[in-house]
Every structure is written in structure tokens, then in C-alpha cells.
């Protein structure tokens, strides 16, 4: 099925906040518990899975498995960032995850989460992220 994907970020560095907004169009498929979402940003294939048996959410980029983002209510999760410039290893805590996920894939599906952003064991940032997908007809 075809949807819209529209990501809200809103980033604290150094007490000040700053709001990204994002919008693509993607596929989306079920299997299982798992809601499956693939799409283009900026030029970069991104393949999330959204897992409401075990709330949570992974991010892949570019095909590159060993840079997967993880998202998972209490839980941090370390990964290699690929920038332009290199890799970064960067740290998400993952504070509050939120899913709504409805069964029939013609309903609007919402993540809520809210993460701190750690490199080198330091805190760089603290992030809300909102993603809906809309399926289009």
C-alpha cells in the first residue's frame, strides 16, 4: 500500500530547540505484528519496522544493517552513524515510545518517541520524533 510518511522532530542542543520537518512517500506492508515501512529521504533509503508485539521500532538506512537505529521504551542501543564525512558511534536512550497501530493498514498509523542522543558516553542532545503514515489512495 501506498502512504505518506511525515516525521516531526523537535532537537535541544545547548537549550535551544530547533524543529525538523520531514515528508516522503513509501510503501507500506504488514507481516505479521510487524508493520513495515519503506521510503526515500533526502535521497537515502530508509526500511522501518514497527513491532507492536514488542513495541518497538528499528530504522535502516541505506541497506546497512550494522547501522540500524533501535528504538525500545528503557533500552539504549549503540550504533555506527554513516555521515558524509564517516562514522560516528552514537548512543540513543530511548525514554518513551508510544505506537498506535491500528489493525486495518487504511487507518493513519503514529509513533511517538522520545530519545537522548549520547557520543562518547556524553549527552548531545534530546529528541521528540512524531511519525504518522497515511495511506494514499
Partial sequence: ??????????????GKTEELV???RGIVRREGGVLLVTYL???IHHEMRIDSVRASVSVVRNWQEKGQLFYQEGRRHTVLY???????????????LLLFVPEEETERSVIELRYEVFQYG???MDCELRIEISPVK
Wanted: charged letters at 35%; hydrophobic letters at 35%; proline letters at 3%.
Fill in 122 to 124: 556524553s549527552s548531545i
Fill in 22 to 24: 520531514h515528508s516522503a
Fill in 1 to 14: 500500500m501506498k502512504a505518506e510518511i511525515r516525521l516531526r522532530t523537535l532537537q535541544r542542543v545547548d
Fill in 82 to 96: 554513516e555521515t558524509p564525512v564517516g562514522e560516528l558511534e552514537l548512543s540513543f536512550d530511548t525514554k518513551r
Fill in 41 to 43: 529521504l533526502d535521497g
